[in-house]
């Protein structure tokens, strides 16, 4: 008689219950330590948008094209090309991008301009903005959450997400963790000012006093369009979202992506669900990778537009 231990029967289900998100037995996964989302992204080429609302347009018709031929069902939204949001957006990171070159990323987000340029005057000033902290990686790396988690006093949120990158001829997934919080003050301009918020940069090993700026002096405008809802097994809908980044100082966009994301449930007991929905997502993105094959820029994401550098993991 084959006789099986415990943790042969445990462990498989622990390890399913943190990648897919499924919930597991009271006590077994807190909010933030499975994965919450999956979203799904491609960046488009920019010379496809020249017309920025035409090529928003046809694109959209694609998604239309694609998702139905795949039995999945949409629901556009009244306008779906309208552009309803805007927020601007920075990333702060050492001149040398140590955060970055970590895996790291430190990124300002408001509804307006001044509040995610750093003040003028040397002393932290006033402002409003979400401040995230993101860690990416191959490989779901739960120990991160030690190193980006915020303060307890800052009431921070945690995610644990999974992306889809398909580039051209390739798809490949990225875990992320990620901390935001609200600030109503700009920290100051070195690291040992933002070790009140996230006291585990401190790990890092970098020194306190290194310089804490704009990437590259770069301000993004963000404009958002959401135009639809795709059903994707019946179960699950995933909200398509169209991102078009511009610099502050230049009318034109050089970044537009498209992406679908959806909940990972956590139902009472492990079932078919969280496979279904994912499995779903998947064969629509690799049917949008095959079906345009003239859109699709690069794998790299948005981010890394900004960076512009090399690092081999995850970009």
């Known amino acids: 008689m084959i006789r099986t231990s415990w943790w042969q029967l445990i462990v498989p289900g622990l390890i399913l219950g943190l990648v897919l998100g499924v919930s597991l037995p009271a006590g077994a996964a807190r909010p933030g330590r499975s994965v919450g989302s999956r979203e799904c992204k491609i960046l488009l ?33 009244a306008h779906p090309t309208a552009l309803v949001k805007t927020r601007f957006v920075a990333f702060y990171d050492t001149p040398g991008f140590d955060f970055y070159r970590r895996g790291y990323m430190l990124r300002r987000r408001a509804g307006s301009l001044p509040d995610v340029v750093p003040p003028r005057h040397p002393q932290p000033g006033r402002g409003k903005f979400d401040l995230t902290l993101k860690f990416r990686s191959r490989d779901l790396q739960l120990d991160q959450l030690a190193v980006i988690e915020a303060a307890g006093s800052c009431d921070g949120e945690t995610k644990v997400e999974e ?65 639809g809802r795709i059903d994707l097994d019946g179960a699950t809908g995933a909200e398509a979202t169209f991102s ?19 909940d990972v449930r956590r139902p009472g007991k492990l079932n078919q669900n969280v496979y279904r929905a994912g499995e779903a997502a998947d064969r629509l ?30 970009e």
């Open 45 to 77: 080429r920019i010379d496809r948008f020249a017309d920025l609302a035409a090529g928003l347009r046809s694109f959209w018709s694609l998604v239309e094209t694609v998702a139905r031929g795949e039995g999945m069902a949409i629901t556009p939204a």
């Open 163 to 227: 992306d889809v990158v398909a580039g051209p001829a390739t798809i490949r997934k990225v875990f992320s963790l990620s901390s935001k919080v609200a600030l109503k003050k700009h920290p100051g301009a070195q690291l040992r000012d933002y070790l009140p918020v996230y006291p585990g940069l401190a790990r890092l090993g970098l020194p306190k006093e290194a310089p804490i700026t704009p990437v590259r002096d770069v301000f993004v405008r963000e404009d958002l369009a959401y135009p």
């Open 244 to 262: 078009v980044w511009s610099r502050t100082t230049e009318s034109r966009p050089f970044v537009v992506e498209f992406s679908f994301k959806y």
């Open 285 to 314: 993105l690799r049917a949008l990778q095959q079906a345009g094959t003239g859109w699709i820029s690069t794998g790299k994401t948005k981010t890394a537009m900004i960076y512009q550098v090399e690092v081999e993991d995850p």
